[in-house]
């Protein structure tokens, strides 16, 4: 396997330059954290009535309602004027446009439209990323986003919202991907899965919690997407400080622009480096690379039985990880909030056992843990006829303790499997499958007219069976990424299924110890 971090390490594979990345990755995942709750926030629907011959100050309805009260002075069916109750006195979308009741369907299908721009960013700009580059496919994708952001708060129709709703959703996945991707390709195998849980899950959790005292304060939805284009100043700072992937450049055989990264990545680092360091590392990639795959794809990867088996495990694995709490009727607001507690502590949960009991066992855990809570708050809620919000919500937070904890694990241990030539294309498509399975989830949830708890014992079994299949998943923990398909094909050839990192740990020691005594 070609040692891409044996000349990482030399050029420094955490000094000032990783540190630099590390800031301005911290910073778009915090901006993009804020992106990310745009949407449900400017498109909330508050508690809203009919306003048409109402006293001024009339009390509000318990419930929403579309058509005029009894007790107004009119005697239509249809509503001129509507009321809303604003939560913490913000402004929404939907509220200034009155896009509701008959009106509601334009809503959502620019919720639809957003849906789409996330699916479609995550094949196309894996591809391009793969193609490309990392660097400039992501300020791409933000750029696009911030345009979208920007051109919507103007006055619109329907097909303008829509399509600037679609802009928007580019840059969702792609930021969870491609942020990851430069952090796993340029640090140190040891600070890999901390340097991805301080930059992703703190500042993300810092991003959500601080949207909602954001919104509170700027209190409409147009100074929001203002506030939501901020990321179109940090790309100029990404361009100067951030070289392109020296794996995905290696990968793809551009050699001298890989030595131009190592040789600026040594500079800023204060590292001097021999030039024939360099000429024999990439006449070491050559002789390595002499018989890869040329401009390998997805296609490609799928073809070779190892790493397809790796694919649709992963892909099983990232399409539990979203939960549904039947009867949880909350605002974007609370449920933000609620989120974000789950997101820290299984942030500090991955960083203390990822790199101790190794990637294998804490996939296997955190799925078998799952498995538990599927279904046992199922059964705890089946016999409450009309379970409370504070319970409901606070199975909801335990669990999504859980779930966050299985993604962020769970994704760097994908990014660690799939080889660089395809990483971005794996992970779009795996992106793109999974929310679309998870879409179709739906109608395994409709099951409970059949049998109450028919659904939870079915996404139970699919979970216990991705437990088990963790069990056929290499160990990756303080190895090389793989870079080419040959490489990701034999990588844990000589691991078995009971193999994990705990106990390769411990067995180095007695190996060398057998090795220094023949």
């Known amino acids: ?139 791409l994708t933000n750029v696009i986003a911030t345009s979208g952001n920007f051109l919507t708060i103007f006055n619109m129709n329907v097909d303008l919202f829509c399509i600037f709703r679609f802009v928007c959703g580019f840059v969702i996945n792609t930021n969870v991907t491609f942020i990851r991707i430069l952090i796993v390709e340029y640090m140190r195998p040891s600070l890999r899965t901390v340097c991805l849980n301080i930059c992703s899950g703190f500042f993300i959790c810092l991003g959500m919690a601080s949207t909602s005292w954001i919104v509170a304060l700027i209190g409409n939805w147009r100074r929001f997407m203002l506030f939501d284009s901020l990321p179109i100043f940090v790309m100029p700072i990404f361009v100067i400080f951030v070289p392109e992937s020296v794996q995905w450049l290696i990968s793809r055989k551009k050699y001298d622009k890989a030595i131009a990264s190592l040789k600026r990545v040594a500079k800023i680092n204060g590292r001097q480096i021999d030039d024939s360091v360099f000429e024999e590392f990439i006449e070491d990639c050559k002789f390595s690379q002499q018989n890869t795959k040329k401009n390998p794809n997805l296609l490609h990867l799928l073809r070779m039985p190892r790493l397809r088996r790796i694919f649709l495990i992963m892909l099983l694995e990232l399409e539990l990880i979203k939960h549904h709490i039947r009867h949880l009727n909350i605002s974007p607001f609370v449920r933000s909030s609620s989120l974000i507690t789950s997101i820290l502590p299984a942030s500090l949960v991955v960083i203390i056992l990822q790199d101790r009991i190794g990637r294998k066992a804490l996939a296997l ?46 994704i760097q241990y994908t990014l660690e499997l799939v080889p660089t030539c395809v990483r971005s294309q794996a992970m779009g498509a795996i992106f793109f499958i999974a929310y679309v399975l998870y879409i179709c989830k739906g109608y395994i949830l409709n099951l409970r007219e059949v049998f109450v708890l028919l659904p939870e014992m079915i996404l139970g079994v699919i979970a216990f069976m991705g437990a088990c299949f963790c069990l056929l998943l290499p160990e990756t923990m303080n190895r090389t990424l793989p870079c080419s398909l040959e490489d990701g094909e034999k990588l844990g050839n000589d691991e078995h299924w009971y193999t994990f990192g705990c106990t390769k740990k411990r067995t180095q020691p007695e190996e060398l110890e057998n090795s220094l005594a023949a």
């Open 1 to 139: 396997m070609l040692e891409v971090d044996n000349i990482l390490e030399k050029c420094g594979d955490f000094s000032r330059q990783q540190r630099i990345m590390l800031v301005l990755c911290s910073l778009l995942n915090l901006l993009s954290a804020i992106h990310f709750l745009s949407n449900p926030i400017i498109n909330y629907v508050p508690k809203y009535w009919c306003a048409d011959g109402l006293d001024p100050g009339a009390p509000p309805p318990k419930e929403s309602s579309c058509k005029p009260l009894y007790n107004n002075s009119t005697n239509s069916d249809t509503c001129n004027k509507y009321n809303y109750e604003l939560h913490m006195g913000f402004q929404s979308f939907v509220s200034e446009k009155n896009w509701i009741c008959d009106e509601g369907w334009k809503i959502r299908k620019g919720q639809a439209y957003f849906l789409a721009g996330r699916l479609i960013s995550s094949l196309f700009m894996g591809y391009l990323a793969d193609i490309l580059g990392r660097v400039p496919i992501l300020i």
């Open 365 to 410: 855990t955190i799925l078998l843990l799952i498995v538990l809570f599927i279904l046992l708050p199922s059964v705890l809620l089946l016999h409450a006829a009309n379970p409370s919000t504070p319970l409901l919500l606070t199975i909801y937070v335990f669990g999504s303790v859980f779930f966050q904890l299985a993604f962020l694990s769970n």
